[in-house]
T-cell receptor
């Protein structure tokens, strides 16, 4: 049981390049999330999805896009990378909406640098 | 609005001594509170959670936390640190589903 798997683990991008961060979970969870963590800061929610075909913005969605075509996969797209997007990105999933009764399971993170 | 403040960015202890990681929260409603741990190159793992039942919550690996409403605190403790406890720890507050607010994290170092 792999849980939540993120790829790649590390990536360096040039300004203006695009890339997709991959996230897949094998727990048949309905909810999936993308967070970013900047140095010295807590995780901030970028986007989340409550099921296949349904996505919604979180606290910091600008500069990102997501899609959810299957229950398992929730890729995060950066179209025009900017230095402000240098961060560590975490994907998470939960059976239902994360909170008191539904804990989140996290991937190991993707460390992205935009130069 | 809800938020958490982790009062120490870095805590260093010797193996076998107690661990205290401090967390204060701000919330307009009755919160749920969590502690997560992240070991190097691993995802975040839930240590324990408080959901308005007992104020002293026991978690995995000997950790526990006490919810103190009067002090708006949810400090994480362990009586005796192990080398394997070295990691980053995150305090999290939530008042509704899908709205989890993370603290900035505390890095715990355990010296032999």
């Amino acid at each position: 049981n792999a849980g939540v798997t993120q790829t790649p683990k590390f990536r360096i991008l040039k300004i203006g390049q695009s890339m997709t961060l991959q996230c897949t979970q094998d727990m048949n969870h309905n909810y999936m999330y993308w967070y970013r963590q900047d140095p010295g800061m807590g995780l901030k929610l970028i986007y989340y999805s409550v099921g296949a075909g349904i996505t919604d913005k979180g606290e910091v969605p600008n500069g990102y896009n997501v899609s959810r075509s299957t229950t398992e996969d929730f890729p995060l797209r950066l179209e025009l990378a900017a230095p402000s997007q240098t961060s560590v990105y975490f994907c998470a999933s939960s059976r239902q909406g994360a909170g008191a009764k539904n804990i989140q399971y996290f991937g190991a993170g993707t460390r992205l640098s935009v130069l | 609005a809800q938020s958490v403040t982790q009062l120490d960015s870095h805590v260093s202890v010797s193996e076998g001594t107690p661990v205290l990681l401090r967390c204060n929260y701000s919330s307009s409603y009755s919160p749920s509170l969590f502690w997560y741990v992240q070991h190097p190159n691993k995802g975040l793992q839930l240590l324990l959670k408080y959901t308005s039942a007992a104020t002293l919550v026991k978690g995995i690996n000997g950790f526990e936390a006490e919810f103190k409403k009067s002090e708006t605190s949810f400090h994480l403790t362990k009586p005796s640190a192990h080398m394997s406890d070295a990691a980053e720890y995150f305090c999290v507050v939530s008042v509704r589903n899908n709205d989890m607010r993370f603290g900035a994290g505390t890095r715990l170092t355990v010296k032999p």
